[in-house]
């Protein structure tokens, strides 16, 4: 799953027990050793795409 931050930005959480701490070496959860998807990894990645593409229209002048 998907959280968004309080700044807005997207952070991967794990699909099965919902916390946000991934072993990047692995790629599984920590808490419950559940792997990182390549479609979730997808999904994140179009979300960071997304958040910076929105940022970026907040950054143009009006
Ligand atoms: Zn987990």
């Given amino acids: 799953m998907i959280f968004t931050n ?18 990047r070496m692995t790629n599984a959860c920590y808490e419950c050793g559940e792997a990182v998807t390549p479609q979730m990894e997808a999904e994140f990645k179009q979300a960071l795409a997304d958040f910076a593409a929105r940022q970026n229209e907040k950054g143009k002048p009006a």
């Fill in 6 to 23: 309080p700044a807005g930005a997207p952070e991967l959480a794990c699909d099965h027990c919902g916390c946000r701490w991934y072993d």
